[in-house]
């Protein structure tokens, strides 16, 4: 990402290491979470009062419908210079989101999820396949892919439910944005050999539904 140094990232990811802890609700990732709320005029930040993550049944056939607290994310992700550039890198098209639906403020979860894989085994994510968001913006920034990594493809398709793309997010902070018009997924993460890791974070708007 443009203005985003190795030691940035460097730094950055040892931040991901100490704030991610086994998914309370999945053995299979680790993760944790802090939501902000947006302004859209100033685009400062502040943490929310309400750290719930919910997600309707027919956006997450698995774990949707059930409010989830996960692990908690430091408070001083809201002043880290790395998260900052990378949001302000989102900013306009958040921003554009906010003109159009005429809001002011936006509540945004941002999420780290690590999803880890012995040779032999696999991690994914939830839900499995192919599927809608219920927040119509979510900005999917890779935080590390290691070399044994198997999978991991992030596929796309129309409505309809037939892949159109398939492409990987492989350099630090590669990024993939995806909104209500199209379905997405990302196929298991497997490995070669050892132990593989695959660091993302998410930056999702969300939407009214989901503020339970």
Wanted: include cysteine; charge should be negative; charged fraction near 25%.
């Amino acid at each position: 990402m443009n203005g985003l140094r190795a030691q940035d990232h460097t730094r950055f990811v040892d931040f991901f290491d100490h704030q991610v802890k086994p998914d309370p609700y999945a053995t299979v990732r680790d993760r944790g979470m802090i939501k902000i709320v947006y302004d859209r005029a100033t685009r400062r930040i502040r943490k929310n009062d309400n750290q719930s993550y919910f997600q309707s049944y027919s956006a997450n056939e698995v774990d949707g419908g059930r409010v989830r607290v996960f692990p908690p994310i430091d408070d001083e992700l809201i002043d880290d210079d790395v998260f900052l550039h990378v949001l302000k890198e989102d900013a306009s098209f958040i921003d554009r989101y906010c003109d159009r639906v005429g809001k002011a403020t936006l509540n945004i979860s941002v999420h780290f999820i690590r999803y880890k894989a012995e040779m032999g085994g696999a991690s994914y994510s939830s839900p499995v396949w192919l599927h809608v968001d219920d927040e119509p913006l979510v900005f999917i920034h890779l935080i590390r892919l290691t070399p044994n990594a198997i999978g991991a493809d992030s596929v796309i398709s129309g409505m309809t439910g037939h892949p159109t793309n398939v492409l990987r997010l492989v350099a630090p902070f590669d990024t993939l944005i995806v909104d209500k018009t199209r379905k997405h997924a990302v196929t298991p993460l497997g490995s070669s050999h050892g132990i593989a890791y695959r660091d993302v974070m998410l930056i999702n708007v969300e939407a009214e539904v989901q503020q339970k």
